[in-house]
C-alpha cells in the first residue's frame, strides 16, 4: 500500500489547511486511514481518521477544529484544519493500519504544517 499526502504549507493562526491522503495499490488490505503528526524531539501522536463504514476517530486535543473526511470511491481521506494554532506547528503523517498483520502500520511521507504569523 502506498499513501500519498498532500497538502500543508503555512497558515496564520486561525487559519484553515487541509490535508489529504490517497492510498494505491493493495487498497484491499486496509481499512482506516487516518493521520498522525509529530512534533520535534517528539514521537508521533494520532490525530484523527476514519475508517471506510464511516466510522470517525478524533484527538481530544483537536475535536471542536479539526474534521476527517472519506472519499472512498478515490481511497483518500482528508483532514479540514480549522483555527489553527502555533501549537498545531508539526509533520503530519497519513497513516494506514495493515488488515493482514497486527501492528504494521503503512505510512505516507510527511507534510509540515506551520501555524505562525
Known amino acids: 500500500v502506498q499513501l500519498q499526502a498532500l497538502g500543508g504549507g503555512l497558515a496564520q493562526p486561525g487559519g484553515s489547511l487541509i490535508l489529504s491522503c490517497t492510498a494505491s495499490g493493495n487498497i484491499h488490505m486496509i481499512n482506516f486511514m487516518g493521520w498522525y503528526r509529530q512534533f520535534p524531539g517528539s514521537q508521533r501522536h494520532f490525530v484523527a481518521g476514519m475508517a471506510s463504514g464511516g466510522t470517525t476517530n478524533i484527538a481530544d486535543s483537536v475535536k471542536g477544529r479539526f474534521t476527517v473526511s472519506r472519499d472512498n470511491a478515490k481511497n483518500t481521506v482528508y483532514l479540514q484544519m480549522n483555527n489553527l494554532e502555533p501549537e498545531d506547528t508539526a509533520v503530519y503523517y497519513c497513516?494506514?493500519?495493515?488488515?493482514?498483520?497486527?501492528?504494521?502500520?503503512?505510512w505516507g511521507q510527511g507534510t509540515l504544517v506551520t501555524v505562525s504569523s
Open positions: 497513516n494506514a493500519p495493515s488488515l493482514r498483520k497486527v501492528g504494521v502500520d503503512f
